[in-house]
């Protein structure tokens, strides 16, 4: 499965304690992520990402392409809820861009480890046959 991790800028820290968390159940998956997010997680926990740019530098818009392509099987995208609504737009399109194509999201730890665990006991495998 295909796990897209995205994270705000305080919220970091959480995405790489949650990675190391949940290490052994990503270790089985294709993990994708913005160039930071990417380069933070894989220094803790030594699994590979497949990083796109800095998000500022379109990164955000590189994972919104996958997302919206249906080559996303769950997203995570642990967001800081007193961001400024204006760089909050990327957000508002991912969630759409998952609800138009079925992709399971997390936007808090809390629904991320439900996902996580949702994942290792194969309730998201209907994801490989809805994206083929």
């Known amino acids: 499965m295909n796990i897209a991790l995205i994270a705000h800028d305080n919220k970091k820290k ?3 304690n949650f990675c190391i968390a949940y290490r052994p159940i990503l270790s089985k998956h294709q993990i994708y992520a ?3 997010t990417g380069r933070l997680v894989e220094d803790v926990t030594g699994l590979r990402v ?3 740019l800095a998000g500022h530098l379109g990164g955000d818009r590189q994972l ?3 997302i919206n392509g249906n080559e996303m099987d769950v997203v ?3 967001r800081d809820p007193q961001q400024d609504p204006q760089r909050d ?3 508002i399109e991912i969630v759409k861009m998952c609800d138009n194509n079925n992709i399971p999201v997390a936007t808090n730890v ?4 439900a996902l996580i665990m949702a994942l290792e006991r ?3 495998d209907w994801r490989t046959l809805y994206r083929s």
């Open 122 to 124: 194969g309730d998201l």
């Open 14 to 16: 959480l995405m790489q």
């Open 110 to 113: 809390a629904t991320a480890e």
């Open 89 to 91: 737009q990327s957000f």
């Open 76 to 78: 995570i995208f642990l």
């Open 50 to 52: 497949h990083r796109a």
């Open 64 to 66: 919104s392409a996958q």
């Open 34 to 36: 913005t160039d930071t």
